[in-house]
Nanobody
Framework: QAQLVESGGGLVQPGDSLRLSCAAS????????MGWFRQAPGKERELVSA????????YYADSVKGRFTISRDGAQNTMYLQMNSLKPEDTAAYYC??????????????????WGQGTQVTVSS
């Protein structure tokens, strides 16, 4: 498993954009998929977006579809989440995670077994 470090969170106004990054280091085996989760106060942790590493299939939660875009770099060791048209409802701690095998499909949160420490995104006027 790799060490996962998120960055890019912050305080922004509604309608602004933000890009989150997840850097993976020390990986010793191939990764099946990576995803972004978020957890807001009083809410369950939800899978926001995910990408299958080989093939590049993507998944988006209905709440962010059309506004967020997930991607990875050419070296396949960094994952990004471009967030546009941010809303106060997007306020949450955002976490990146890895799925190490394909027992569950990559859009199933049960696939993810290794997590970063999180980065806070706050959308407020």
């Amino acid at each position: 498993q790799a060490q996962l470090v998120e960055s890019g969170g912050g305080l922004v106004q509604p309608g602004d954009s933000l890009r989150l990054s997840c850097a993976a280091s020390g990986r010793t085996t191939s990764v099946y998929a990576m995803g972004w989760f978020r957890q807001a106060p009083g809410k369950e942790r939800e899978l926001v977006s995910a990408i299958r590493w080989i093939g590049g299939n993507t998944y988006y939660a209905d709440s962010v579809k059309g506004r967020f875009t997930i991607s990875r770099d050419g070296a396949q060791n960094t994952m990004y989440l471009q967030m546009n048209s941010l809303k106060p409802e997007d306020t949450a701690a955002y976490y990146c995670a890895e799925a190490e095998d394909n027992f569950y499909y990559f859009s199933d949160k049960r696939a993810y077994t290794h997590w970063g420490q999180g980065t806070q995104v706050t959308v407020s006027s």
